[in-house]
């Protein structure tokens, strides 16, 4: 098991280093620690840079707003 975090650790973070715009590698990496560690503070600082990365969700009204230009 240790062998298979410390390679999908690698993976992730290439990834990272490829796309930092991608929020699956973050989401992975807290997986890893999640699964290796089982540390869910360490897996949420990836989880909330993942989640911040995401579009925010638009209210109706807005988009309305928005395309009557």
Same mark, same amino acid.
């Given at each position: #098991? %240790?062998?298979v975090a410390k390679? %999908? !650790? $690698?993976q992730f973070t290439k990834g990272i280093a490829a796309d930092s715009l991608n929020p699956l590698n973050y989401i992975g990496l807290? #997986?890893?620690i999640l699964l290796e560690k089982n540390d869910t503070s $360490? $897996? !949420?600082v990836y989880f909330n840079k993942a989640e911040s990365i995401l579009p925010k969700k638009? %209210?109706? %009204?807005t988009l309305k707003k928005m395309y009557k230009r």
């Open positions: #098991m %240790s062998e390679e %999908s !650790d $690698a807290g #997986m890893v $360490a $897996a !949420d638009k %209210s109706r %009204s």
